[in-house]
């Protein structure tokens, strides 16, 4: 229900929870989720992405971290506050 909720896939399922595919345009689209019984008791979602090595980090990560904060929030208002979330 999460994976169609968010329009994500199923990539890999078994006893203990899934692989699923974000539909984040990221270099690492992967998630992990655990749970039984069609409850997810948490979720491990992977956010990469690359910059130019031409541009300073003194730009480039000012970027990331408001692009992490909106993925974050976002996620929040869907999952709930997470245990752990770090640009």
Known sequence: PFCAQAGWEV???DQTGASIRTGLRV???ESIMFGRQ???D???IFVSDVA???TP???VRPLLVE???NL???FTALLGTATSAEP
Request: net charge negative.
């Open 11 to 13: 990539v890999e399922l």
């Open 27 to 29: 270099g690492r689209p």
């Open 38 to 40: 069609h409850r997810m």
């Open 42 to 44: 948490w979720i491990s």
């Open 52 to 54: 130019d090595d031409a």
């Open 57 to 59: 980090m003194t730009v």
């Open 67 to 69: 692009g992490f904060t």
């Open 72 to 74: 974050d929030v976002a």
